[in-house]
């Protein structure tokens, strides 16, 4: 059980940067604890427009070596030009509730799987319908998000969103990983 309130609580926040036209992107996974304090940063690649996203996430996990972490938090689960992340599979095998966070509404990716990936849109498709549909929450009452999450309840994972966000709508860890993962990209590619 996660405890949304406690100072010592640990976020593994997990973001990525891609450009189409190159065949690697940048992983980036920060430890942040409640207070701020950001105590663990690992970084691997992913293939753009590939299907090791989830095995990504497995390698920070393992560079990392935490057993303090508390909750993954992800900046989208369909990442590096279509690369999904099995939200399930992550949390099977490390029974560490998550919550994946995005920020505009959408129609769905099927469509768009089908026209890019024909040799493989199928096992896409599959791992995307297993996702679950994303609820709408709002993260300090104010800004939209939208929101899946395996472990926790709404009520926890909006907490957790709240206690993380200290600007804006997008909560720190995801933002340091992020930048993380821009600045990388730019230093590799200009």
């Known amino acids: 059980m996660v405890s949304p309130h406690k100072k010592g609580?640990?976020?593994?926040?997990i973001a990525e940067s891609f450009r189409r036209n190159k065949?690697?992107?940048?992983?980036?996974?920060?430890?942040?604890?409640?207070?701020?304090?950001?105590?663990?940063?690992?970084?691997?690649?992913?293939t753009v427009g590939g299907l090791?996203?989830?095995?990504?996430?497995?390698?920070?996990?393992?560079?990392?070596?935490?057993?303090?972490?508390?909750?993954i938090m992800l900046n989208g689960c369909i990442i590096s030009w279509f690369n999904i992340i099995d939200l399930n599979e992550i949390y099977n095998r490390t029974n560490i509730p998550l919550i994946c966070v995005t920020y505009e509404e959408s129609k769905g990716i099927e469509k768009f799987i089908v026209k890019y990936f024909p040799n493989d849109y199928k096992r896409r498709i599959q791992i995307y319908r297993r996702l679950g549909e994303r609820e709408l929450v709002y993260?300090?009452?104010?800004?939209?998000?939208?929101?899946?999450?395996?472990?926790?309840?709404?009520?926890?994972?909006?907490?957790?969103?709240?206690?993380?966000?200290f600007s804006g709508k997008q909560p720190e860890p995801l933002k340091l990983a992020?930048?993380?993962?821009?600045?990388?990209?730019?230093?590799?590619?200009?």
């Open 23 to 46: 065949e690697k992107s940048i992983l980036v996974g920060v430890v942040m604890r409640r207070d701020k304090l950001v105590d663990g940063i690992a970084v691997t690649t992913i």
């Open 52 to 71: 090791d996203a989830t095995n990504g996430v497995f390698r920070i996990l393992e560079m990392l070596n935490r057993k303090d972490i508390s909750v």
């Open 139 to 165: 993260i300090k009452g104010q800004y939209p998000v939208y929101i899946r999450f395996l472990g926790l309840n709404k009520e926890e994972a909006r907490a957790i969103l709240n206690n993380f966000t």
């Open 9 to 13: 609580i640990r976020c593994l926040g």
């Open 178 to 190: 992020n930048n993380i993962a821009r600045a990388i990209l730019k230093s590799l590619y200009g």
